[in-house]
């Protein structure tokens, strides 16, 4: 069985959910969107909803992947930066809970928060403060972090910090890991394009992409966004929402339906099935399966409200796993 290590914006999730909008108007927060605020409006926004339920659970891309790889027993690793409060404190708390191994920085810069207002439409609006989660540096990663892994995860958001991903990508091929990479969001992708190519095409085995991604770096559709992916890597991987997901190995190309659920809320589809997947490719299971354990948690996380689920379903998930490698 192989182990993961995984590299990304440690963030906490306030989740908020709120009686009305008009506290969305209150802060100019658009409905729906994700804003980028510096810690005095994060501050702002968390004074202004003290009196609505909240709940907290560890955050970031990567962090969500690895997370969830951690509740399903598989042996993984996390490398952060977050600051020297109680709330990095929660972070790495919750982490651990889930059995990842973590591999902290901190700095005297508030952790980062990413408060998501509920809305009574089940709609989500973010007021992101990335704080100390930025302030990782290549130099902050040491060789004996990667001991003992076998696979680095690295979450596309990172991309804007390159030298700490050159880094990263150096240390594990040294060691004979495999790369895994999230390319993250379309405008990210569109901002920094010949960066994901420069790491895709010297470093990656395993990319991960949604339509939108694959059609922001390749410029097609996800059929033929697949086969030019596949030419740069090991396995690529292409999630395609409702329709589910299409995977390529060399001449083998995979597609993987999803399961039938209500969904509730879409935050950690992405970042689960990643887990799901990688779950998969670590115990050397077929393509077919992998993508099959990837939409089972996808599918689970999209009927609750966040990215992390109770130990309940994972307990269930556990169980529809077994039948599915069986």
């Not at 908020?16 to 108007?25: A, S, Y």
């Not at 910090?161 to 040294?174: F, H, Q, S, T």
């Not at 949604?210 to 059609?215: I, L, R």
């Not at 190995?249 to 039938?260: H, S, W």
Request: some cysteine; proline content about 2%.
């Amino acid at each position: 069985m192989k182990r993961i290590l995984g590299i990304g914006n440690a963030l906490v999730d306030v989740m908020t959910k709120i009686d009305n909008d008009k506290v969305l108007r209150q802060f100019s927060l658009p409905k729906g969107s994700m804003q980028m605020v510096d810690h005095i409006k994060s501050a702002e926004v968390k004074a202004g909803t003290e009196k609505f339920k909240k709940s907290l659970t560890s955050g970031g891309s990567a962090a969500n992947t690895l997370h969830g790889l951690g509740m399903l027993g598989l042996k993984t690793g996390f490398i952060g930066s977050v600051g020297k409060d109680k709330t990095g404190d929660f972070f790495e708390k919750d982490m651990k809970a889930a059995g990842v191994n973590t591999f902290l920085i901190r700095r005297e810069s508030v952790t980062g928060t990413a408060v998501a207002l509920i809305s009574p439409d089940s709609e989500r609006t973010f007021a992101t403060h990335l704080g100390a989660a930025t302030e990782l540096e290549a130099k902050d990663l040491k060789s004996k972090f990667f001991q003992g892994y076998d696979i680095l995860y690295l979450e596309g958001y990172l991309i804007f910090n390159m030298p700490l991903v050159v880094e990263a990508c150096r240390i594990a091929k040294a060691r004979k890991m495999k790369v895994a990479l999230d390319l993250a969001s379309y405008n990210v992708v569109e901002a920094k394009h010949p960066e994901f190519r420069e790491i895709i095409e010297k470093y990656v085995d395993i990319v991960f992409a949604n339509e939108e991604e694959a059609k922001a770096f390749t410029g097609f559709e996800p059929e033929k966004a697949l086969n030019i992916l596949a030419e740069k890597c090991e396995v690529a991987v292409i999630k395609t929402g409702s329709k589910g997901s299409i995977i390529k190995r060399g001449e083998e190309i995979i597609k993987v339906g999803v399961i039938k659920v209500k969904p509730v809320d879409t935050t950690g589809a992405g970042d689960l099935y990643a887990s799901g997947f990688l779950y998969g490719y670590a115990h050397d299971y077929p393509l077919d399966v992998c993508g099959q354990i990837g939409s089972l948690l996808a599918g689970n996380v999209i009927k609750t409200i966040g990215a992390k689920m109770t130990d309940k379903t994972w307990e269930k998930i556990k169980i529809r796993i077994k039948n599915i490698v069986c």
